[in-house]
């Protein structure tokens, strides 16, 4: 049974830049099916995709977000991770990594999710 | 930039009851790419179905999905006390690759 854990700082101070991983285990996310994403739900609200890479290292980003988001692989590790820079207190959020199979595009393994606080 | 737009945004039902919630979304994206989630507090979204209308391994046959072009339905036949929850619709594939719905609250009347 695949499941995904993420790991990384609960207190980011603002201009600074946010560090998630995401570690797979119980299958390899070297699967050529499937697209490693990060997603975020800000306090009381609803869920935002912020972006995904495949295991090929090829990643593709929320428009919005774009300019400040890189998202790595390391396949050794079975890890993949997201970098989320110069945050203001907006990006508080809870963090979620997730997997969705390319070809129905459902997310259908999460992680628990971490909460991530900006603040000074 | 597609935008899905859910309704209602909360929905009052009793157990027993059948339970109809629509996603819309600002252009059409075929009869593919549209999942259905729940989300209970402090959990993470369980998905329910993917494709507009297959159910993901393990749901329930009383959740059912349909829709095509801009119309997206998915339907609790019975009300269990489980599923009062929240509801996020998502597309696959129209920019930003992936999007979510505001989501609808479907909680107990």
């Known amino acids: 049974q695949v499941q995904l854990q993420e790991s990384g700082p609960g207190l980011v101070r603002p201009t600074q830049t946010l560090s998630l991983t995401c570690t797979v285990s119980?299958?390899?996310?070297?699967?050529?099916?499937?697209?490693w994403s990060w997603i975020r739900q800000l306090p009381g609200k609803g869920l935002e995709w912020i972006g995904y890479?495949?295991?090929?290292?090829?990643?593709y980003y929320n428009p919005s977000l774009e300019s400040r988001v890189s998202i790595s692989i390391d396949t050794s590790r079975n890890q993949f991770s997201l970098k989320l820079t110069s945050v203001p207190a907006a990006d508080t959020a809870v963090y979620f990594c997730?997997?969705?199979?390319?070809?129905?595009?459902?997310?259908?393994?999460w992680g628990q999710g971490t909460m991530v606080t900006v603040s000074s | 930039e597609i935008v899905l737009t859910q309704s209602p945004g909360t929905l009052s039902l009793s157990p027993g009851e059948r339970a109809t919630l629509s996603c819309r979304t600002s252009?059409?994206?075929?009869?593919?790419?549209l999942a259905w989630y729940q989300q209970k507090p402090g959990q993470a979204p369980t998905l329910l179905i993917y494709?507009?209308?297959s159910r993901a391994p393990g749901i329930p046959d009383r959740f059912s999905g349909s829709g095509s072009g801009t119309d997206f339905t998915l339907t609790i036949s019975r009300l269990e006390p489980e599923d009062f929850a929240v509801y996020y619709c998502?597309?696959?594939?129209?920019?930003?690759?992936?999007?979510f719905g505001q989501g609808t609250k479907l909680e107990i009347k």
């Open positions: 997730a997997r969705a199979h390319y070809n129905t595009g459902g997310f259908d393994i």
């Open positions: 119980g299958g390899s996310i070297s699967s050529g099916d499937y697209y």
């Open positions: 890479i495949y295991h090929s290292g090829d990643t």
């Open positions: 252009q059409s994206i075929g009869s593919t790419f």
């Open positions: 494709g507009v209308s």
């Open positions: 998502q597309q696959y594939g129209f920019s930003p690759m992936f999007s």
